[in-house]
């Protein structure tokens, strides 16, 4: 992981491409269709919903009883600061797969 270059010709992408254009990444010298890896996206969820759920009881902690929407508030930022910085990090891209012309059809 941790590469964010292309898998074909091997050129590093911009950090802020890979995180504002995720699901349309084109390299700049091949112009191959790119994508965030599965190991990646899953990895990046993860960590995002650990970061969530420790935001989560801090804010609970410094907000006893009554702010309890700031437990959510601090719950949606963590998992997107959380997520975001780790695909800031350590992304890593591979080949989009391209879709099938026709329509699957089952033959019985």
């Known amino acids: 992981m941790a590469s964010r270059s292309c898998p074909l010709c091997f050129v590093k992408l911009p950090r802020a491409s890979v995180l504002a254009r995720s699901d349309e990444l084109i ?3 091949c112009h191959s269709a790119l ?3 599965r ?3 899953v990895t990046a969820a993860l960590l995002g919903l650990v970061v969530a759920y420790a ?3 801090l804010a609970i902690s410094a907000f006893r009883g009554t702010a309890w929407f700031l437990a ?3 719950a949606v930022l963590g998992y997107g600061f959380g997520s975001a910085l ?3 990090s350590f992304s890593d891209l ?6 099938s ?8």
């Open 27 to 29: 390299c700049p010298s």
């Open 35 to 37: 994508e965030l890896s």
């Open 39 to 41: 190991s990646s996206r």
């Open 55 to 57: 935001a989560t009881h």
């Open 72 to 74: 959510v508030v601090a």
């Open 86 to 88: 780790f695909l800031f």
């Open 94 to 99: 591979v080949v989009r797969p391209k879709p």
């Open 101 to 108: 012309a026709s329509f699957p059809q089952i033959h019985g």
